[in-house]
């Protein structure tokens, strides 16, 4: 079966870079590597299709795990299991939120989906703004603009007073303005 041996070829050599990525994108290696596998999955049921098209397979994965992780996003009351009981499971160690950088991924897991795949897609992936573009589906500019509000989010987010940031919710304020700018003294 050549289709087979080609996405054997293809999971081998791009399996573990779509895990980081997913795994980024979802803020812990668990929910990452069920995003991958997710993909990874429905990729072989269409490899057929998908391997005799001129497209860039690993663009096409990246696309569905962000995809997927917007979805993920959407119906995360759902997927989300409550401890039942006296007392909470013990919480395991996340590597991703682990050391120093503790803040900056809490700050960068605050951020929507969309502006938060654009920065890990240009500063992990150090991948153009044309390929985030396909990625991402949408024009070069909407991810010149993700990228912009998203680190202007994590600069205010960054000078806010400790303790003055109440999370998740502030980030996105950001991106409900569309200019920012202070208006022009007329003269």
Sequence with gaps: MAGAASFEDFFQLQQAGLVRY??????STAQGEDLAQDVLV???????????GEGN???YARRA????????RRRWSTRHV???????PDTPVNPWT?????????RLH??????RAALIMRFYQDLTDAEIADALDCRVGTVRSHISRGLAALRIDALAPS???SGPRDAPAVFAVRDEKEPRDER
């Design 22 to 27: 997913a795994a980024l994108l979802a803020g």
């Design 42 to 52: 429905r990729m072989y049921l269409r490899w057929d299709r998908l391997s005799t």
């Design 57 to 59: 397979l690993l663009a």
């Design 65 to 72: 795990i962000t995809n997927e992780h917007v979805s993920w």
């Design 82 to 88: 409550q401890a039942v009981g006296d007392r909470l």
């Design 98 to 106: 682990e050391g120093p950088d503790e803040e900056l991924w809490r």
């Design 110 to 115: 605050a951020l929507p989906a969309r502006p």
């Design 163 to 165: 303790g003055s940031s």
